[in-house]
């Protein structure tokens, strides 16, 4: 598991989706407590039974990795880590 999930990114530049829906992934299993294979992508996030409290820190520490305000709100237009990952990917 890598110790920069929180980090603040260096570079100016917007990850690629991919990366994006990884770093993601590895958050939700983290705070879950499951494994990274057990998270589907394309699945809504809230079905892994996070409140918003917790979903709120999620949106935070991304914003805080991409080194950019992100609306927690954003979740209801880009519900699963797929869609939010090629948002945040082309949005930036």
């Known amino acids: 598991m890598s ?3 929180g980090a603040t ?4 530049h917007t990850p ?6 990884a770093w993601l992934i590895q ?8 494994s990274a294979d057990e998270i589907n992508p394309d699945a809504d996030i809230d079905e892994y039974g996070l409140d918003s409290i ?3 820190a999620i949106i935070d520490e991304l914003g805080t990795w991409l080194n950019r305000k992100i609306n927690p709100r954003i979740l209801e237009d ?15």
Do not use: H, Q
Request: no cysteine; net charge negative; charged share 15%.
């Open 3 to 5: 110790s920069n999930l």
């Open 9 to 12: 990114r260096s570079t100016d």
């Open 16 to 21: 690629p989706a991919p990366e994006i829906e």
């Open 27 to 34: 958050r939700l299993a983290t705070l879950l407590g499951i």
């Open 54 to 56: 917790l979903a709120i």
């Open 78 to 92: 880009y519900p699963s880590i797929a869609s939010l990952a090629e948002y945040l990917s082309t949005s930036g």
